[in-house]
């Protein structure tokens, strides 16, 4: 299978100590730190913007966004709490927008308000970093399923790589959800802070609507469960290439629960789709996603459809003879071959000619493997069963409820690179009045009213945005 290669955006400089004021002076090495981290990132992505495509070090994106989260998010912290101040509450950070549809392909550079904004794309960004690096390490791989010299530890060497795979996807899964649920949010009542101030109106670029972002997120995991299905057919991928078709090799897991991991990653790969679809931004950067991501999820749903409609077709096949199936597994069969060729001719809307090439021979093998149960289960019908083959419709109400293989990995922010002066004094002090009050417990002794209006009262804690 191919895999979504994100264009990753590149993204303006920024000086913090231009945007930032430190009026006691404690600091001036942290806001430094946190301009080099964040210029170590500008220069990262920008040498990736101008590599080839089988030649960029996703890895290197993720190090060094890595190492600017923790400064990021310590500056959000210290303004928070008024230890730094930003020197206008409209601050601007430049990023170019990789996921809005424009006339001549290119990616916008978009102005977003505020250090959310600029922790938004942060996180995009290393989320689309991830995904990149899971689906370069699925290319590498190639087809070791099917190969004939291949050992057991080599496919087992291979099936670690792919879990590998899985797992970077399903943290990029947690990291788009952070950002959909809590970041955005954040971010958009800031913006109507800034504009009850100021006035005036600023610009969401798509990229960082609700919709596209949740999309990603279910995308991601779409794609996770998709790899999962794959390593758990891998031991049976080689003997059903020998002899495609009925009886299924001993090595294959049931049709049922495969057609139910399939269900689950149609449904993934759907609302992914139907979510980018609805995203657009607003102001000057009003706009729809590209077609690209669209096409890609549009036609993954279709594809995973097919492949979810084999797998019940097959299940309903293996349990005819015991069951009373055979016309069910030669509608979901007869269904399923119908979707598929009406793919064959599709593609990746843009994605470039080899990939366009590469699905339209899996769908052409999809289609012999499905046509080789087709056959043997018509004529099974016509010979021995005679049963009625459902309508569509019949069959859709006879679809079960799909089965996560894999869930998203949460996200947790990082350490702080440094903390706010009042945010620590706060804890220290709530932590020693904590104290006191274990120590009171547990030796009580009488006071006087004086004593009691006098007792220290615990401060609250400082806001949590994350």
């Known amino acids: 299978m191919s895999s979504y290669v994100y264009e ?16 006691t ?113 699925v290319t590498s791989l190639g087809a070791y399923e099917t190969e004939r010299a291949i050992t057991d530890a080599d496919r087992k060497t291979k099936d670690d790589k792919l879990n590998f795979a899985v797992q970077l996807l399903l943290k990029a899964s947690g990291i788009f959800s952070h950002v959909a649920e809590n970041v955005i949010s954040q971010w958009e009542r800031t913006l109507i802070e800034i504009q009850a101030s100021a006035g005036g109106s600023t610009s969401k670029p798509v990229d960082l609507s609700r919709e596209l972002v949740s999309s990603l997120s279910r995308f991601a995991l779409a794609e996770a469960q998709t790899l999962a299905i794959r390593k758990l057919l891998s031991k049976s991928a080689y003997d059903s290439t020998l002899n495609p078709g009925p009886p299924l090799p001993r090595s294959h897991p049931p049709p049922g629960l495969v057609a139910k991991l399939s269900l689950n990653a149609l449904d993934c790969y759907s609302s992914a789709s139907s979510l980018a679809k609805s995203a657009r931004g607003s102001g000057t950067a009003s706009g729809e996603v590209t077609k690209d991501l669209t096409r890609w999820l549009a036609d993954e749903a279709a594809l995973t459809a097919a492949l979810s ?32 060729e009406g793919l064959k001719d599709g593609g990746h809307g843009i994605a470039g000619l080899g990939r366009k090439k590469k699905r339209k021979e899996r769908v052409a093998d999809e289609i012999s493997r499905v046509a080789a149960f087709l056959n043997h289960y018509k004529k099974l019908n016509n010979t021995v069963h005679f049963e009625t083959v459902p309508t569509v419709a019949t069959l859709q109400s006879m679809i079960p409820t799909g089965t996560a293989a894999v869930t998203p990995k949460p996200f947790m922010p990082p350490p702080l690179a440094f903390r706010a002066a009042k945010a620590s004094t706060m804890a220290e002090l709530s932590q020693g009045i904590a104290d006191s009050t274990l120590d009171n417990e547990e030796s009580p002794a009488p006071q006087s009213a004086a004593a009691v209006s006098s007792s220290p009262v615990a401060t609250p804690a400082p806001r949590q945005y994350f």
């Open 25 to 137: 002076g404690k600091y001036t090495h942290a806001i430094a730190n946190a301009t080099l981290a964040r210029s170590n990132l500008r220069a990262a992505l920008k040498e990736s913007k101008r590599t080839d495509e089988g030649e960029k070090d996703h890895l290197k994106i993720i190090k060094v966004v890595d190492e600017y989260l923790p400064h990021l998010y310590a500056i959000i912290e210290c303004v928070a709490t008024g230890d730094l101040q930003l020197r206008q509450e409209a601050v601007g950070f430049s990023w170019r927008s990789t996921f809005s549809a424009n006339l001549l392909n290119t990616s916008p550079r978009q102005t977003v308000t505020g250090l959310y904004a600029d922790l938004a794309f942060t996180l995009i960004t290393y989320a689309s970093a991830l995904s990149n690096l899971a689906a370069t390490s």
């Open 309 to 340: 409609h084999k797998w019940l077709g097959v299940d309903a096949g293996e349990k005819s003879s015991t069951t009373g199936k055979a016309g069910e597994a030669v509608g979901f069969l007869s269904w399923a071959k119908d979707e598929l």
């Open 8 to 23: 990753l955006p590149t993204t303006g400089s920024v000086v913090f100590s231009e945007i930032l004021v430190d009026e």
